[in-house]
């Protein structure tokens, strides 16, 4: 029998989206690469492409993954070699690119289309513009930025904790001094920003598959660097591992080191994170009851870096497929217009500011983006309050850091591979999203 007639691919002709953000068509805004872009559709046979973007797991896949977990919990990484893999991860990032050089890491190819502030940056027309990438690598997100720019004004520059990395792009043919820089950096420094970037001077700074790097201990350092580089309504572009992505679940016994946080055959760690994850390192809210399986020392090490000017309010919403606002000092919950997230800019929390209205806006996929308001008391008080990310029908200001960003956008990437010539199916998972400074959010150098 022939196969079912495919429709005719829509040519795309405006910036994707996040892949969370479906529409009814048979190409997805939203699918960061050339093989995706595809809704399956019950009539519509898996195996007649390579990609599809968005697809729901079954009783099937949640019973392998909740096996896969069971089964790396009961073979852990012994503590000695987690201490071991703690103790100093740059060098073995320094091995693997001793190895693999330039081989291992395609270039990104979508990254403008995913990220338009990068695009905006990269015009002839735009002025002098600064984009710092963090966990730079061999080169995949600096080449075609810099293959890309027609700005004279361009100030890029790559930082990675592995000298090794830093040596492959330095020497790559495409490395381009007069418009970029690469240098040695650990984004979880205790000694603060590199010495090359001023504070408050980042128009975009881009986290791309790098924050997965780190162990939890070291994420309030990062997201205080991050913080003090980006300049007052800078933006922050994130890309990285999703929680149950295969890569996770295919990993054998004793490569899990705790929730979320594994070491490869290689020795390299990797984190998988979920939405709730990113909503509290980012943006200070933590969920309280949910679906979410947390660490044991997570709260014990969330209490012990809380800001001081955290709000102790629990907020309860109740969920529409649009838009809900919550007011906290009250605990009412009433459904809203739908709010555009970038039209608002609020800074750091202000002791004694526990009376806002937080904005927040989920569409029907689960996509979060949210802005806040003060409410009548706070509004004559003349306070203002850090937006929270609300991510579960419970949550608490719970701060990592009292260095927190503003959420445009947050969202989860599910994409489904075929290999087809084998029969097999491959369940992808990535986590994408994007935040910006406060406008008041500088800090002091």
Request: hydrophobic share 35%.
């Amino acid at each position: 029998a022939q196969p079912a007639q495919q429709p005719a691919r829509v040519p795309r002709t405006e910036p994707q989206l996040l892949a969370d953000q479906l529409v009814a068509d048979e190409l997805i805004k939203g699918a960061p690469s050339r093989n995706g872009g595809r809704l399956l559709t019950a009539e519509r046979d898996p195996w007649t492409h390579n990609a599809w973007d968005q697809v729901e797991w079954g009783q099937e896949e949640e019973a392998f993954a909740q096996s896969a977990l069971e089964r790396q919990r009961g073979s852990p990484v012994p503590q000695h070699l987690q201490d071991k893999f703690n103790a100093d991860p740059a060098a073995q990032w320094d091995t693997f690119y001793a190895h693999n050089k330039d081989n291992f890491f395609k270039d990104r190819a979508w990254l403008q289309n995913e990220f338009p502030e990068l695009k905006d940056c990269l015009k002839a027309d735009s002025g002098p513009k600064r984009i710092v990438e963090v966990g730079c690598g061999n080169g995949s997100t600096l080449f075609p930025l810099l293959a890309a720019n027609e700005n004279p004004l361009l100030d890029l520059h790559g930082y990675d904790y592995s000298k090794e990395a830093v040596s492959v792009v330095k020497t790559h043919a495409s490395f381009d001094p007069k418009y970029c820089t690469c240098e040695v950096w650990d984004l979880s420094s205790k000694a603060g920003i590199p010495p090359t970037v001023e504070p408050n001077s980042v128009d975009v700074l881009t986290l791309i598959f790098c924050f997965s790097a780190l162990h939890p201990d070291e994420w309030a350092q990062a997201v205080e660097n991050v913080y003090r580089m980006l300049k007052p309504g800078g933006i922050l572009l994130f890309r990285d591992y999703g929680r149950n992505d295969l890569a996770m679940l295919r990993f054998k016994a004793n490569r899990y080191m705790q929730d979320g946080l594994y070491v490869r055959g290689d020795n390299t760690r990797v984190y998988f994170f979920e939405r709730d994850d990113l909503a509290y390192i980012f943006g200070g809210v933590r969920a309280k009851t949910g679906d979410r399986s947390e660490p044991e020392n997570d709260t014990a090490q969330s209490s012990d870096v809380a800001s001081p000017h955290t709000s102790s309010t629990t907020t309860t919403l109740t969920t529409t497929t649009d838009t809900t606002t919550t007011t906290t000092d009250t605990g009412v919950s009433t459904a809203t217009e739908e709010n555009d997230a970038d039209a608002h800019h609020t800074g750091l929390p202000t002791p004694g500011a526990d009376d806002t209205t937080t904005i927040v806006t989920e569409t029907e996929s689960g996509e979060l983006s949210t802005s806040t308001a003060p409410s009548l008391s706070s509004a004559l008080a003349n306070l203002s309050v850090a937006p929270s990310a609300v991510a579960s029908p419970s949550t608490s200001r719970e701060t990592l850091t009292p260095f927190r960003l503003d959420l445009l956008q947050l969202g989860v990437d599910r994409r489904l591979l075929l290999n087809r010539k084998r029969q097999i199916k491959m369940f992808r998972v990535w986590m994408q999203g994007r935040w910006r400074k406060p406008l008041d959010g500088a800090v002091e150098e």
